[in-house]
C-alpha cells in the first residue's frame, strides 16, 4: 500500500469502534516485540495539558536523549502523532508500517481498532530509530487505554476534570479511577494538582501499587515557556519533575532550552496580530483558554468562531467562553461528529444577554470557515476560533491556504 491506501485501510477500521481493554495490543506489542528493553517511556494521562506534557518533555529531552513522541488527535496530518526528534514520520514509514501490521492482524478476531493499530505502529517506529526517550499520551482514560500495555519508567497524570464521560463513568472519582490506571506497582508517578475527590482516587491507587507519589503544586518559573498561560508553567513543572522522578537525567540548560523553544500549535496559537487558535474542547480547558485571555489581553473581548463536537458538553463550553466574548460566529465544519451551527446557537441563547450589546450580531451563522473568516476580520476585536482540536487543525490548514491537506482526525 502507498501512504494513502495505507490510511484509507486505517481508517476503515474506524467500524471497529472504541474498544477499550488490554488483550489485542498487548498480543500486537508481543508479536512486534516492542518496545525496546532499554527504552525509556514517560507515560502521560489526563484530561487537559497530557500533550502539552509530552511536548516539552519531549523538547527538553532532545538535548541529550533520541526522543520519541506520540500525541494524538492530530491536527492536520495523521503523521503529527508519530514524532522522532521533533521529526514527523515521513509517509512512506506509515506506508510500510501499516502494511505490515494489516497482514499480521489480517485474520485476527476481535479485530485492532484504529488506536490500538496507531500506538503499535508508534512504538515499532520508535524501536526501528532507536529513540532513546518515548514520551506517550494515552488516547482514552488510561487503565484500559491501548498505551497502558508498556512498563513506563513514571506515570505522569495531567489536571483530571470532565470529558468522555460515556466511556470513563459521570463522576470525578470514576473518571480519576481510569485515568490513575496507568499507576503501576512500584514505580514513581507524578501528578499534578487535582480536586480533592480525584487527590484521593490517586492516593489511593498509588498506595495500592506501592508506587511512590508525588503532587506538583508549584509551577515552573526559573526559566521562559515558549507556551501561553500560567498553566503552561504548571504543564511545565510537571514535565521536569516527571523527568526527575523518572530518573532521566537532564541538564538545567536542557531544560530551559527545551520549555522555550516548545513549538505546539493551537495551544494560544498566535496566528498572527489578531488571531489565536485553541483547540480548548471541554469546560474545564474552556475556562483556562479564558484565563489565558485576560492574562494576555485583559478586559478585551474576542470575536470567537466556535465549532464543537457533539459529544462534549457544549453548554459548558460555552458558559466558559461568555466573559471573553463580544460576539459568537458559527461555521459549519467537515467532522461527522460535530454540532451543526443550529444546534449550537440554542447552546449559545441563554447566555446572548450577557454578551456586549453591539453591531454586527452578537452570534451568526455563516456558510463556510472562509466566510466566517471574512465576517470576523471586518470587525475591530481579535479573532479567537476554537471549540475543538479537530476544528483547530481545520483552521490551521486553512488559514495556511491548503484546507485540502486535512486528512480525517479520527480518535
Known sequence: MNYEQALAWLYGTQRFGIKLGLENIQRLLCELNVPGKDQRIVHVAGTNGKGSVCAMIDSICRAAYRTGLFTSPHLVTYRERIRVN???????????????????????DPHPTFFEITTALALDHFKRKECEVIALETGLGG??????AVTPVVSVITPIGYDHEKWLGHTLEAIAGEKAGIIKPHLPVVSAKQEAAVEKVIRARASECEAPLEFVTQP?????????????????????????SGKILVSDDAIQRGLAKIDWPARFQLWDARTIIDGAHNPAAAQVLAQTWREQFGDDRATIILAVLREKDVAGICRALAP???????????????????????????ITPSLPAASPARTSITSSLLAALESARAIPERILITGS???????????????????????
Request: charged residues 20%; contains cysteine; hydrophobic residues 45%.
Open 86 to 108: 521533533g521529526e514527523m514520520i515521513a509517509p512512506d514509514e506509515v506506508a510500510r508500517g501499516l502494511s505490515a501490521l494489516r497482514e499480521t492482524i489480517r485474520h485476527w
Open 143 to 148: 487503565r484500559l487505554d491501548a498505551t497502558n
Open 220 to 244: 515552573h518559573v526559573s526559566s521562559p515557556v515558549g507556551l501561553a498561560g500560567k498553566h503552561q508553567r504548571d504543564n511545565a513543572a510537571l514535565a521536569v519533575v516527571g523527568l526527575r
Open 324 to 350: 471573553i466574548a463580544a460576539r459568537f460566529i458559527l461555521p459549519p465544519i467537515r467532522s461527522e461528529r460535530a454540532l451543526s451551527p443550529n444546534e449550537l446557537i440554542s447552546h449559545l441563547s441563554p
Open 389 to 411: 482540536l479537530h476544528f483547530a487543525g481545520e483552521a490551521l490548514a486553512t488559514l495556511d491556504g491548503n484546507p485540502d491537506a486535512l486528512e480525517d482526525c479520527a480518535q
